[in-house]
């Protein structure tokens, strides 16, 4: 089954203690992106990338990291989370970025708590 | 101003009734616009993409590009219950920075039995 998976779906966790989401997809995209979600602000993209090795900052990047190895996967890293990063988090990917094929599809989001 | 804006709603519509769905845009580099639908705590799902200025029909959704004036719109014929959640809109294109994706904050959208 095509799809993209995010683990883990639920953390809860203190200020300062490094954590890492993962995501992951079968359907040999190029595309991938990070987005977070907060009640009445919708969701707004935190990194992506464009293909193995290429990453770029989104609209709102700080105190997050990425990085590409492998096409299908793309981590979230927090190095020192804070409040302020409780969130939904859902990773994304599609095919290309072009005018044909470039439909995202998410995975099943991440709710994040920081304490 | 906000570069994807959409009502917030909510929107209420009688069972059978057509919804209608509107987003505007600022930014004219967009390429590619897309609706998705967002059921409370679950993922956004692909509902439409359109690329060009004009209608295009899927089942009892139709999508409205017009670029001049720089909004896309959602109808949704039929409506059903099952059709109540949020509706994101969503740009995709080179901005500032480099290609991204912008969402506006959604629609909620009611259809009532």
């Known amino acids: 089954e095509a799809q993209v998976t995010q683990n883990p779906r639920y953390l809860i966790t203190v200020t300062g203690k490094k954590l890492t989401v993962t995501c992951s997809q079968n359907m040999n995209h190029e595309y991938m992106s990070w987005y977070r979600q907060d009640p009445g602000l919708g969701l707004r993209q935190i990194y992506y990338?464009?293909?193995?090795?290429?990453?770029d900052k989104g609209d709102v990047p700080e105190g997050y990291k990425v990085s590409r190895k492998e096409k299908r996967n793309f981590p979230l890293i927090l190095e020192s989370p804070s409040p302020n990063q409780t969130s939904l988090y859902f990773c994304?990917?599609?095919?290309?970025?072009?005018?044909?094929?470039?439909?995202?599809?998410f995975g099943p989001g991440t709710r994040l708590t920081v304490l | 101003q906000k570069e994807v804006e959409q009502n917030s709603g909510p929107l209420s519509v009688p069972e059978g009734a057509i919804a209608s769905l509107n987003c505007t845009y600022s930014?004219?580099?967009?390429?590619?616009f897309f609706w998705y639908r967002q059921y409370s705590g679950k993922s956004p799902e692909l509902i439409m993409f359109i690329y060009s200025n004009g209608d295009k029909e899927d089942g009892r959704f139709t999508a409205q590009l017009n670029k001049a004036s720089q909004y896309v719109s959602l109808l949704i014929r039929d409506s059903q219950p099952s059709d109540s959640a949020t509706y994101l809109c969503a740009v995709r294109g080179y901005f500032t920075g480099g290609f991204k994706t912008i969402f506006g904050a959604g629609t909620r959208l009611f259809v009532k039995a």
């Open positions: 930014d004219r580099g967009s390429q590619s």
């Open positions: 994304a990917s599609s095919l290309t970025i072009g005018t044909s094929g470039n439909e995202q599809f």
């Open positions: 990338s464009m293909n193995v090795e290429v990453t």
